[in-house]
C-alpha cells in the first residue's frame, strides 16, 4: 500500500505564505476528499482541513487546502512561529479494498 | 468536549500480543455512532493506519497487518481495542485512537478528535 506524496520539508519567514503539496494517484487522490492534520512537536496530530477546503471551528482562516485531479495543498499564509510543527495529508484509497493512506509528512519550520 | 484516551502495556515482548483500550468520553457520542480507528507513528516517523471499527461492528484493515489484527467496540463500556499478534521490533511505535467522523461511508470520513497516544515498545 503505497503512501501519499509529500515534500519531507518546507519552510518560510514570518507573515509568508507557504504551500505544502500531496500527491497521488486515481484511486485516493483523485476520487476521495483530503483531509489535513497538524502534529506540533510532541503532540498528537490535529485536524487541520476536511473535505478537501474546509476548516474545523478555531482554525484560523490562514490555513486553507486545496484539490485539483490526482493533487491537494495546503496553504498557510501569514506564517507564524507557531505553525512549525509537521504536516499529514490523508484520504481513502478505493484499492485492496479500501484504506487510509497518509503522506509522509513535511515538516515546516519557521525561520 | 469529547476526549479519547489509550490505555494499555507499554511494553511487549517480540512474538508476543500487543493489547490496547481506547476510552470514549465527554460530548454528546458514543460509538454507537461514526467510525473508531486504530493509527500508529514509529518514533520519527509518519503516520501509519492500522484499521477501523464501524459502530456497527465491520471492521476495516491495513491490509499488510490485516493477518495479525482484531479490533472491535464495546459500546456498553464507550470503548474499543486494538489486539495485534506476533509482534517484532518494527511494531514499536505511539499508538493513537481517533474517531473517524463526517460521513456513514468510511471514504468521506476524517479523524476528529484524536487521543493522546500512547508509546509501546516490542522488547525482550
Known amino acids: ?4 506524496n509529500q515534500p519531507p520539508s518546507a519552510s518560510g519567514t514570518p507573515g509568508q505564505r507557504v504551500t505544502i503539496s500531496c ?3 486515481s484511486s485516493n487522490v483523485g476520487f476521495n476528499p483530503v483531509n489535513w492534520y497538524q502534529q506540533l512537536p510532541g503532540t498528537a496530530p490535529k485536524l487541520l482541513i476536511y473535505k478537501n477546503d474546509q476548516r474545523p471551528s478555531g482554525v484560523p482562516d490562514r490555513f486553507s487546502g486545496s484539490k485539483s485531479g490526482t493533487s491537494a495543498s495546503l496553504a498557510i499564509s501569514g506564517l507564524q512561529s507557531e505553525d512549525e510543527a509537521e504536516y ?3 484520504t481513502w484509497d478505493a484499492s485492496l479494498n479500501g484504506h487510509v493512506v497518509f503522506g509522509g ?3 515546516l519550520t519557521v525561520l | 468536549q469529547l476526549q479519547l484516551q489509550e490505555s494499555g502495556p507499554g511494553l ?8 490496547l483500550t481506547c476510552t470514549v468520553s465527554g460530548g454528546p457520542t458514543s460509538i454507537s455512532g461514526d467510525f473508531w480507528a486504530w493509527i500508529r507513528q514509529p518514533p520519527g516517523r509518519g503516520l501509519e493506519w492500522i484499521g477501523s471499527v464501524s459502530y456497527h461492528g465491520v471492521t476495516y484493515y491495513n491490509t499488510s497487518l490485516e493477518s495479525r489484527l482484531s479490533i472491535s467496540g464495546d459500546t456498553s463500556k464507550n470503548q474499543f481495542s486494538l489486539e495485534m499478534t506476533s509482534v517484532t521490533a518494527a511494531d514499536t511505535a505511539v499508538y493513537y485512537c481517533a474517531r473517524g467522523t463526517g460521513s456513514h461511508f468510511i471514504s468521506y470520513t476524517w479523524f476528529d478528535p484524536w487521543g493522546r497516544g500512547t508509546l509501546v515498545v ?3
Open chain 1, 105 to 107: 509528512g513535511t515538516k
Open chain 1, 88 to 90: 499529514f495529508c490523508a
Open chain 1, 1 to 4: 500500500q503505497s503512501g501519499l
Open chain 1, 23 to 25: 500527491s497521488g494517484s
Open chain 2, 122 to 124: 516490542v522488547t525482550s
Open chain 2, 12 to 19: 511487549v515482548k517480540p512474538s508476543g500480543s500487543l493489547s
